[in-house]
Nanobody
């Protein structure tokens, strides 16, 4: 009964910032790497970044590297995505997902429902 719930999406002007949260319940959150994905209208789902179970390691897509930061608070069972210097091309529905292990891989088994991020020019 793993559930992931994203929040924090909204409308922001280009150059602005937004912080997304992903609250996890069920399972043992601290045992799993976590990832963020996004999907823009008419486009395929895109990997944004991920973080190891312990939070010590992260990996980002080139498109967001240097602008986005993933973190987690295992005591609160919560994953975060800090988005800075947002661009219109960042507009998408953002999803959090649970990796199948402690380290970052391409395999995810549970997904949230998504939260809309819209960046205006």
């Amino acid at each position: 009964q793993v559930q992931l719930q994203e929040s924090g999406g909204g409308l922001v002007q280009a150059g602005g910032s937004l912080m997304l949260s992903c609250a996890a319940s069920g399972g043992t959150f601290s045992n799993y790497a976590m990832g963020w994905f996004r999907q823009a209208p008419g486009k395929e789902r895109e990997f944004v970044g991920a973080i190891t179970a312990s939070g010590v390691g992260t990996f980002y897509a080139d498109s967001v590297k240097g602008r986005f930061t993933i973190s987690r608070d295992n005591a609160k069972n919560t994953l975060y995505l800090q988005m800075n210097r947002l661009k219109p091309e960042d507009t998408a529905v953002y999803y959090c997902a649970r990796n199948t292990g402690r380290l970052i891989t391409r395999d995810y088994d549970y997904w949230g429902q998504g939260t809309q991020v819209t960046v205006s020019s």
